[in-house]
């Protein structure tokens, strides 16, 4: 395990609660409800007309948690913290075993640089949502941040037990935000190869540990002593990346 890995504040969180459905044109105001309408503007970036869309359907159904949860997201998406927390702290108070605002309130919290705080709320998300990967890989980036990397391991490991793809998504429409943003890139992807090759994952392992050194990871004689790494000391892709610089040059000229 690396002695520092720093994963600090997460900018723009993504959302990664997919739907199939294509994204349709802007219909007029008359032709869906508001909530949908909303919907349709989250889909297409275009967040300050969400919220407005959001506000409008809550004056129809003002005790709709869903409701309050995907207006906090549109002002998570515009960097408004302060209101996208008490949005989602009402979608909670209205449904208190709402996983996915709860998700959401601890990604806030991440945000803030409150990690404690924030991996306490997402393990109550787990208590309501225990088969969530996404929410698993919450927990182990909050943990990260606060250097507890032995917890953060099994977070990660979790989540890709539950969800191989898990680190994968790029969708950005849904209802559950995921952490994404690291400071100490090569660090980080370190990890990732780790634990992609302690979930017997490999090719995503060289994936990452090339992104690993790509990015300025250099202590590459370490590498083929990590006990994850053990299987793959035949390969030859592993080979190539662990080798000296020198050597590296003259099998890629």
Known sequence: MPAAILILLALMPQLVDRT??????????????????????????????????????LNSEP?????YNKLGIAYHHQIMFDQARRNYQRAVKLDKDFSQAINNLGTVYYAERKYKKAAQTYRKALKYAPNSASIHSNLGTALFARRKYKQ??????????LDPDVFEHRNSVGTLLQERSVRDRAQYYYFMAK???SAQIYDRALLYLRRAIEEGYN???????????????ENAEFQALVAPAEQRAELHP
């Open 20 to 57: 199939n459905e294509p994204v349709p044109a802007v219909p007029a105001a008359t032709e869906l409800a508001p909530e949908r309408r909303a919907d349709i503007f989250m889909a297409r970036k275009m967040y300050r007309e969400a919220v407005e869309t959001y506000e409008l359907a």
């Open 63 to 67: 005790k709709e948690a869903r409701l």
């Open 152 to 161: 953060a391991t099994q977070a990660y490991l979790t989540a890709l037990q």
């Open 195 to 197: 634990a992609y090759a």
């Open 219 to 233: 202590k590459l004689d370490r590498i083929p002593k990590e006990p994850e790494f053990q299987p793959l000391l």
